[in-house]
């Protein structure tokens, strides 16, 4: 079986904003402001990775 990308990108976001609702709702404005911080560094790392990861290396396009 096969996940659609958008369906994967729907089940991510889910994701993301039900545990940040839940923590809110059972552990406070605290912990679900705390898990928003993490989610969106740990999301930025991530891109960050990314679009190095796709970037042309700099030594492949001098031959020498």
């Known amino acids: 079986m096969v ?5 994967l990108e729907f089940l991510l976001v889910t994701l993301i904003l039900g545990s940040i609702m839940v923590a ?3 552990l406070g404005h605290g912990a679900g402001v705390l898990l928003f911080l993490i989610w969106g560094v740990s999301l930025a790392i991530y891109l960050k990775r990314k679009s190095k990861a796709t970037e042309p290396r700099q030594d492949d396009n001098n031959p020498s």
């Open 3 to 7: 996940i659609q990308r958008s369906t």
């Open 24 to 26: 809110t709702l059972y």
